[in-house]
Every structure is written in structure tokens, then in C-alpha cells.
């Protein structure tokens, strides 16, 4: 499934490392959980942030955090 027409918006939970940097844990897609097993890669735009996530469905994501607005989307799934 990619989701790049109209990207889904999410709730993540992030843990906030020792620069303060935040790292998602899990997300959550309507009632749906994903924990996130593994940060395969994380990247910076101008204005976002993304990461690369292996779920424990298997699943590989790509979540983007709009940085100005805090608000998180799903922008590509690839099932396991």
C-alpha cells in the first residue's frame, strides 16, 4: 500500500532521548497500534522530520513528522 496521494494522519508516542531528540515508539492509525521494533533510518528536511520503522507486524513504514505544526502522517506502508 503506498499512501503518497493523500497521506493518513497519525498519533505517534515518542520517547525523548538525551539530546532531546525524539524517537517513536509506537503509532497509532485510527484504533490501530504499531510498536516500533526497529528505526531502520531517520532523515531531516527543511520542515520535517522522517523515519523508516519496522513494526511488530512486520511492516515497514515511513512516518513524517511535520516539524512547524508537530502533526505526524503515514506516508508509505510495504507489508511484511
Not at 538525551?18 to 531502520?40: C, D, Q, S
Not at 531517520?42 to 511535520?66: M, N, S, T
Request: net charge positive.
Amino acid at each position: 500500500m503506498n499512501v503518497s496521494k493523500q497521506d493518513l494522519t497519525i498519533r505517534v508516542e515518542c520517547y525523548a532521548g538525551h539530546r532531546g531528540e525524539e524517537t517513536p515508539l509506537r503509532f497509532f492509525a485510527g484504533a490501530r497500534k504499531i510498536e516500533v521494533v526497529e528505526v531502520l533510518d531517520r532523515w531531516l528536511a527543511p520542515d520535517h522530520r522522517y523515519f523508516r520503522l519496522k513494526g511488530d507486524d512486520g511492516g515497514v513504514y515511513i512516518i513524517r513528522q511535520d516539524v512547524p505544526s508537530g502533526r505526524w502522517a503515514l506516508t508509505m506502508f510495504s507489508a511484511g
